[in-house]
């Protein structure tokens, strides 16, 4: 299982950028998709998920600038973000999970957990 995150780069702020985390491997329509960042210094943190029912839920500091969707046909996960901030600079990554879950050294692990090998946005002031 690859997941391949693309579509990152440098934007001026209050831009826009797409990006996508396409999956290889089994059909991954019953899993959990999302996408997480990390900016220097900092502690990874969600941003994003959308339940495999397409549920969807956003991190407060998103909230209204950035929509999570996907394709099941592609195994594709879109990020599109707009009016980006100076404080959205961070790598991105995307994660898929399904299965068990259990915490494990401080996080919520999932019996089948894929993660990307993250794209880095850097947004300009």
């Known amino acids: 299982v690859q997941l391949q995150a693309s579509g990152g780069g440098l934007v001026q702020a209050g831009g826009s950028l797409t990006l996508s985390c396409a999956a290889s491997?089994?059909?991954?329509?019953?899993?959990?998709k999302s996408w997480y960042r990390q900016a220097p210094g900092k502690q990874r943190e969600l941003v994003a998920i959308i339940s495999s029912i397409g549920n969807t839920n956003y991190a407060n500091s998103v909230k209204g600038r950035v929509t999570i969707s996907r394709d099941n046909a592609k195994n594709t996960v879109y990020l599109q973000m707009s009016s980006l901030k100076p404080e959205d600079t961070a790598v991105y990554y995307c994660r898929y999970y399904s299965g068990l879950s259990y915490y494990q050294n401080g996080a919520n692990r999932y019996q089948y957990d894929y993660w990307g090998q993250g794209t880095q946005v850097t947004v300009s002031s």
């Open positions: 491997g089994s059909p991954f329509g019953s899993y959990t």
